[in-house]
C-alpha cells in the first residue's frame, strides 16, 4: 500500500524515474479498487459515479508512473503511446514495464533501486 500512497503523493511527477516495484505495486492496488468499484456500482447505481471518479483521479497518477517507469528503462515517456497500437503496441509496451532498470545513473537521475526504500 506504501507504494501506491507514494505514486499518489508524486501526483503529476513526469521526471525522475520509478522501480518496477513501484509501477505494478501501484497498477496492482489500482486494479483490486477498480474491481471492487465495479462489483458494487452493479449493485447500487451510487458506485457508479465514485468509479468513475475514481478512475479520472488516478488517471494522470498512473501516466506519471508509467512515464517514470519508462524513464528507467531508458526510454522518453511517449513511448506510452505505443500502447494505442491493437495487440502489437501492448505487447511492446508491456515488455517495456516489465524489462529491468538500467543500472546506475541515465539521463532520467539516478537509479531508483539504489536509493532509500519507502517505508
Avoid: C
Avoid at 465514485?50 to 511517449?78: E, S
Avoid at 495487440?87 to 532520467?108: A, E, H, K, R, S
Amino acid at each position: 500500500m506504501n507504494w501506491y500512497l507514494a505514486v499518489l503523493k508524486n501526483y503529476a511527477g513526469f521526471s525522475g524515474r520509478a522501480r518496477r516495484t513501484e509501477y505494478w505495486m501501484f497498477v496492482l492496488v489500482n486494479f483490486v479498487i477498480s474491481v471492487v468499484l465495479n462489483i458494487l456500482a452493479t449493485w447500487v447505481r451510487a458506485f457508479s459515479i465514485i468509479d468513475l471518479l475514481y478512475a479520472l483521479a488516478v488517471l494522470i497518477p498512473a501516466i506519471a508512473v508509467g512515464v517514470r517507469r519508462l524513464h528507467d528503462t531508458g526510454r522518453t515517456g511517449w513511448w506510452l503511446l505505443i500502447g494505442l497500437i491493437p495487440i502489437i503496441g501492448t505487447i511492446i509496451l508491456l515488455v517495456f514495464l516489465v524489462t529491468d532498470g538500467q543500472p546506475g545513473d541515465n539521463q532520467y537521475g539516478p537509479n531508483p533501486k539504489y536509493a532509500t526504500a519507502v517505508a
